[in-house]
């Protein structure tokens, strides 16, 4: 079943500003956090030396401010990055509610990333860090849908096929004849949330569900 979102609902779903869920993902791995930390220190320590030697310039106010803001990447870099991704998909033309049911289940090894790392022997080689997705074939009373996917955990195996689903979808078209994308998956029976991305409210979408889909 699909029904389209009335107009402010998707606002009150998606926030602008990143939340705490948002600001955690978007923090990402320990790799990402600490290329962060180290942009972050390096990037701030320069910037403040550099208005060190500018204090009785114009440009000291400048540097300085330049040199804190370095320091604070590691917490407003995963807030820019969060709100990037609410207003993308706040900005796609049409949005609806989903509520269907998996129709499909499979798992894939994906690789995260790639790194050169010295073995035993002083050489060289290429390390390829792996993790199990976890894809799921959606549809309802007409048919397959889309599919969303996430990076498996324990709680996921609760997910069974025929599992009820109710999510965000994001099309092009009235008519949703190709999705572009979909938000974080509710699945009411198993009192589960499951996505690569926590975009929505959850307690606001799960009162929203109540009320549209009784």
Known sequence: MILKLRKGELEKLIPAVATGKQFNAASGDPRKILQRLM????GGVI???ISQSQV???FYPFWLLLGVSCLLYILWGPILEASRKNAEVRRLPVSALFEGEVINIFTKEKIEN???QANKKGELELVENRRTWIFLE???EDGYLTEIKFPLESKH???RTGSLVRLIIFSNNSRFESIIKTSDAWFPREKLWAGSYPY???PAFEELCYYRFR
């Open 39 to 42: 942009v972050s220190s390096i």
């Open 47 to 49: 910037t403040l030396l």
């Open 56 to 58: 009785t310039s114009q």
């Open 114 to 116: 790639r790194h050169e």
């Open 138 to 140: 959606i549809g309802d």
């Open 157 to 159: 195996q609760l997910i």
């Open 200 to 202: 929505l409210l959850r």
